[in-house]
Nanobody
Framework: QLQASGGGLVQAGGSLRLSCAAS????????MGWFRQAPGKERELVAA???????YYVDSVKGRFTISRENAKNTVYLQMNSLKPDDTAIYYC?????????????????WGQGTLVTVSS
């Protein structure tokens, strides 16, 4: 029901835009998040946007990443600028319908398949 796309290989300092398209149901009232998981590391919430527009960013991406949603298209985006090698990971979009969102992966019931972002130095 969630399809992530837009990953790829980019040099440090470059940009990528990830997209997450939902199908089968609307997520306009859900909190939508982007998680990432690097090899050997735990999955972490990178950014989230609530149904009312409230936004969260993990400290390491503040000022570089921008999350946005377009409810009419049932799509969420993650614009990633000034990419660093430490941003290399599989990025997953997810939806939380618990009414509160949250930073824990367990609070998100719907997941996309993941898209690989590789940033070379």
């Amino acid at each position: 029901q969630l399809q992530a796309s837009g990953g790829g290989l980019v040099q440090a300092g470059g940009s990528l835009r990830l997209s997450c398209a939902a199908s089968g149901r609307t997520f306009s009232s859900a909190t939508m998040g982007w998680f990432r998981q690097a090899p050997g590391k735990e999955r972490e919430l990178v950014a989230a946007v609530g149904w009312s527009g409230g936004i969260y960013y993990v400290d390491s991406v503040k000022g570089r990443f921008t999350i946005s949603r377009e409810n009419a298209k049932n799509t969420v985006y993650l614009q990633m600028n000034s990419l660093k090698p430490d941003d290399t990971a599989i990025y997953y979009c997810a939806a939380s319908t618990n009414g509160r969102g949250g930073t824990s992966s367990g609070q998100y019931a719907y997941w996309g398949q993941g898209t690989l972002v590789t940033v070379s130095s």
